[in-house]
């Protein structure tokens, strides 16, 4: 009788490693690959003839932070294939926090990252305090995938100086205590340190988010926390300002990733072009520095609401909303001389190019036969400008209208030199945040169907090991490989149908919250996590276990340690 718990068999494997696929057969025991080859037998036999079988994609950029504490499922993602997320990027870490500090910090995500107040307080339960209790915390929980994530400046500036994290540069004892924190945070399991540096994000009360009111010297002193302990790598949310973290990683010594390059449309006067950051970063990684960049398959594509237009807080504009309660927001649209200021504040292109011609209805309850229809023509029949066109429909709709914006990233040939770009990884999927307005957590299947597969942008293996073994690797993590001995986490896929399937609009989250989900994939018939199948003959399962499968991935410990 065989020995194995499960052998995956007649599939053709690709390891994750970039090396060539091959016809063979892989047994699994333990929650550990047992070995791949020919004629493996296994208590239960999954057949995967005509199947690509890989190993199960990591996600390097999410902040299901909050998600985690009451969805173990850690959906959208568990249905397309991923079996490893890192949460807290851009420094925005759910802990460490003191009790005092929650309500300011639960402000900034939702300012910051879309996520309704009313679901996070009903959602986020606090039995915890420091980020080691809030590792622990998830793991009581379980999740049916792996979960780590970085420890996040925004997070670890209030936890020592309160409120006036908002407010003033640190002092010597200040950051002495900062950097207590984050090296707990690493020993207790933290991949990392997360900073936003990129300037434009406004957090709780409309202040700038603390860790833009940081100097520099104190975000390069924290980072410098994961080479003192020997643990866990940097990433920065840098915005324009990119070009020191090459630099400064060469003193740093460990992986740091920052994010991101998009491609704009030439002449977008607030951000560089992507070739020119692509080249300096190509300067940087044979100058010698251990820099990656992310990069994204998808468009910066976002549906947003009048009623709370976080795709445009960065103009100063709109500041004057978040002050004033949505159920009275319809006093500011109606303001022709603030609607002129903000006109006047796109049109200058100082901080986003709404790209107007890209703006379309998504939803209007008065005037359902304009969805589809882009606010130029709106305005151009109505008078106006198209910024005029959406105020007006939205006082219409008593601001439930909803509209479709693409920024950035949808010029194809420049995503395909970005993705192939060396030391460029995939990330920015951003699941579990703006989650209103996208769902980029399809990222990994979007990208193997409809930029390996159909576009043939790069060879399947190279592909696979994109979303596998480079994310792993950059993370120091024993994952992303199948190999025997190594982590049975593994996607059986039908590569010819595989498909990332339609968005749709659910109201799933805690307090009645809702967001876009897709939850009807192709192609991915089984997802094993840790050898437990999550997901079999193309049909989620994981709901039916008795104990869900996924750990905590933590940072490794020094050697010798």
Not at 177 to 197: E, H, K, Q, T, W
Not at 278 to 284: N, P, R, T, Y
Not at 431 to 460: E, K, Y
Not at 501 to 506: E, I, L, T
Request: with cysteine; net charge negative.
């Amino acid at each position: 009788m065989s020995t194995n718990d499960i052998a995956v068999r007649g599939g053709t494997v690709i390891d994750g490693t970039g090396g060539p696929a091959r016809r063979a057969d892989i047994g699994i025991r333990g929650g550990r690959v047992t070995e791949i080859g020919p004629n493996v037998g296994g208590v239960r036999e999954i057949d995967a003839t005509g199947r690509l079988v890989v190993p199960g994609f990591l996600d390097i950029h999410t902040h299901y932070d909050p998600q985690v504490l009451w969805d173990s499922l850690l959906t959208p993602s568990s249905w397309h294939g991923v079996t490893g997320v890192v949460a807290g990027n851009c420094g925005y870490s759910l802990a460490p926090a003191r009790p005092q500090d929650r309500r300011s910090l639960l402000g900034t995500l939702e300012m910051v990252e879309d996520m309704r107040g009313a679901t996070l307080a009903a959602g986020v339960a606090w039995d915890f305090e420091t980020y080691p209790e809030y590792l622990d915390a998830v793991a009581r929980r379980g999740t049916a995938i792996h979960f780590g994530g970085f420890v996040g400046h925004t997070a670890v500036r209030t936890y020592v100086m309160g409120e006036e994290a908002y407010e003033r540069p640190a002092t010597d004892d200040e950051l002495a205590r900062m950097r207590a924190v984050v090296a707990d945070a690493l020993r207790g399991g933290a991949l990392g340190f997360s900073s936003d540096r990129a300037g434009f994000h406004l957090g709780d009360g409309g202040r700038l988010v603390p860790s833009m009111v940081a100097t520099q010297e104190e975000v390069e002193a924290l980072a410098s926390v994961t080479a003192e302990v020997g643990r866990g790598i940097v990433h920065i949310a840098t915005g324009e300002n990119y070009r020191w973290v090459y630099d400064f990683q060469r003193t740093l010594g460990r992986p740091l990733t920052w994010t991101s390059i998009l491609t704009y449309p030439e002449g977008t006067a607030s951000r560089a072009p992507y070739a020119t950051k692509l080249a300096d970063h190509l300067q940087g990684r044979r100058d010698g520095a251990d820099v990656w960049v992310q990069v994204t398959c998808r468009p910066i594509t976002q549906e947003f609401s009048v009623a709370e237009p976080t795709s445009f807080y960065a103009l100063p504009a709109f500041a004057d909303l978040v002050s004033v309660p949505i159920t009275e927001r319809h006093t500011v649209f109606a303001d022709r001389a603030w609607r002129a200021r903000a006109w006047e504040q796109f049109e200058s292109g100082r901080w986003l190019n709404p790209r107007w011609q890209t703006v379309t209805v998504a939803h209007s309850p008065s005037r359902p036969d304009l969805v589809g229809t882009p606010v130029a023509v709106v305005a151009a029949d109505r008078g106006g400008t198209p910024f005029d066109a959406v105020c007006d429909l939205a006082l219409d709709d008593r601001l439930e209208t909803r509209f479709t914006v693409t920024f950035a990233n949808d010029d194809k040939d420049g995503v395909t030199t970005l993705v192939q770009g060396e030391g460029c990884i995939m990330g920015l999927s951003d699941a579990g945040a703006h989650v209103s307005q996208i769902c980029d957590a399809v990222m990994p299947t979007d990208f193997l169907a409809n930029w390996v597969r159909d576009r043939g942008v790069m060879a399947v293996e190279r592909g696979v090991h994109k979303l596998t073994g480079e994310i792993a690797g950059v993370l120091g993590l024993d994952r992303g490989t199948l190999r025997p001995g190594g982590h049975a986490d593994l996607v059986v896929l039908d590569y010819d149908a595989l498909s990332p399937g339609p968005a749709r609009r659910v109201r799933d989250l805690p307090a009645d919250g809702e967001r876009l989900i897709a939850d009807a994939p192709t192609g991915i018939d089984h997802v094993l996590v840790a050898g437990v199948p999550i997901r079999e003959h193309g049909r989620q399962v994981a709901e039916r276990l008795d104990r869900l499968p996924g750990t905590i991935l933590r940072s490794a410990a020094p050697n010798g340690a």
